[in-house]
């Protein structure tokens, strides 16, 4: 599987309508949640994805600091298939590309609150308490690099 790292202005009109439309599928029609997924942030985001030649497969985006969070954040991350590898690959890419790209220390994120053992995996931890976004209960969450 290909791994993809773009910015919004280096990103296809294939690729690009590849991402929302997987992004629409996961956020809004399979979590049955209409809220605004173009959210003016992707301009701003590194977007990567692991991709082969059926389509994307596991995806995220990364922003700097100061555009979702004062820490360089990690969002939208979605394997299209579970139990597979791909979410942990897509977010271990991502991790890295916040510390190469960014030079993190601290990388945020905001997680569905089922997907806090997932996240703790990997080093995240809790640093909030639940709150609903879009009416889904998430939690904010940091990993903080050596």
């Not at 997907?115 to 009416?135: H, K, M, N, T």
């Amino acid at each position: 599987m290909k791994l993809c790292i773009k910015r919004f202005y280096e990103l296809s009109v294939e690729e690009l309508y590849a991402i929302l439309k997987l992004r629409v599928n996961v956020f809004v029609v399979e979590q049955n949640c209409p809220y605004p997924e173009l959210d003016d942030r992707d301009q701003e985001a590194v977007h990567v994805w692991l991709e082969d030649m059926n389509g994307i497969h596991a995806y995220l985006r990364i922003m700097d600091r100061g555009v979702e969070s004062e820490h360089v954040s990690i969002g939208r991350v979605i394997a299209a298939e579970h139990h597979k590898g791909l979410g942990t690959r897509i977010l271990s890419e991502g991790v890295r590309i916040a510390k190469d790209m960014f030079q993190a220390d601290t990388v945020y994120l905001e997680a569905q609150v089922y997907a806090i053992p997932f996240y703790q995996s990997l080093g995240f931890e809790v640093v909030s308490e639940e709150f609903l976004e879009d009416g889904i209960p998430h939690v904010k969450m940091i990993r903080k690099e050596a």
